[in-house]
T-cell receptor
Framework: DAGITQSPRHKVTETGTPVTLRCHQTENHRYMYWYRQDPGHGLRLIHYSYGVKDTDKGEVSDGYSVSRSKTEDFLLTLESATSSQTSVYFC????????????FGEGSRLTVL | GQQLNQSPQSMFIQEGEDVSMNCTSSSIFNTWLWYKQDPGEGPVLLIALYKAGELTSNGRLTAQFGITRKDSFLNISASIPSDVGIYFCAGQLAGARSRQLTFGSGTQLTVLP
């Protein structure tokens, strides 16, 4: 196991409510990522972080924000959830930005009604 | 948007058969990787390829980085029931400002007894 814990693992919420997903790692890696997985789309990058307070947008960042105040925690926030954000969210870590070798968490399934 | 074409989308094979899947793109990639996702879990790295023409094996799995740098394939020999899952190709685009991975949409593999 790569020492990645995502919480919550499952959440059902209503449109318009805020949601925060947490990713916690015990590997002390600088590089962390949030992906969403949807049928027919594979995995798409939402946001990523290269260190504490160093974050950037990925391919599908609209409607999402992130924060990284500690090396071990990377939070993904949906300020006002919409039904289009129903998805499975994966956190990943890597030893460096160039390898492409990611270690994924077990995922958080979010349903927005 | 999606720049990797992964095929086939799904495969049903008999236990013991060999499997082949591939990813193609109109763009050039510096890195190709193959991940496997078991139901309810996050993807796990199978093989990473860093040089054009590179052929790498991991047990019954063999993957190649295409010589044109625009494609990659994954072969699984003598399939077994635990090979069931979704296989994703991923790559790092050459020349991209971001070194983030682009994922294919996945190949769902079913192994019949």
């Amino acid at each position: 196991d790569a020492g990645i814990t995502q919480s919550p693992r499952h959440k059902v919420t209503e449109t318009g409510t805020p949601v925060t997903l947490r990713c916690h790692q015990t590997e002390n890696h600088r590089y962390m990522y949030w992906y969403r997985q949807d049928p027919g789309h594979g995995l798409r990058l939402i946001h990523y972080s290269y260190g504490v307070k160093d974050t950037d947008k990925g391919e599908v960042s609209d409607g999402y924000s992130v924060s990284r105040s500690k090396t071990e925690d990377f939070l993904l926030t949906l300020e006002s959830a919409t039904s289009s954000q129903t998805s499975v969210y994966f956190c990943a870590i890597s030893r460096g930005p160039d390898t492409g070798e990611l270690f994924f968490g077990e995922g958080s399934r979010l349903t927005v009604l | 948007g999606q720049q990797l074409n992964q095929s086939p989308q799904s495969m049903f094979i008999q236990e013991g058969e060999d499997v082949s899947m591939n990813c193609t793109s109109s763009s050039i990639f510096n890195t190709w990787l193959w991940y496997k996702q078991d139901p309810g879990e996050g993807p796990v790295l199978l093989i990473a390829l860093y040089k054009a023409g590179e052929l790498t094996s991991n047990g019954r799995l063999t993957a190649q980085f295409g010589i044109t740098r625009k494609d990659s394939f994954l072969n699984i020999s003598a399939s077994i029931p635990s090979d069931v899952g979704i296989y994703f190709c991923a790559g790092q685009l050459a020349g991209a400002r971001s070194r983030q991975l682009t994922f294919g949409s996945g190949t769902q593999l079913t192994v019949l007894p």
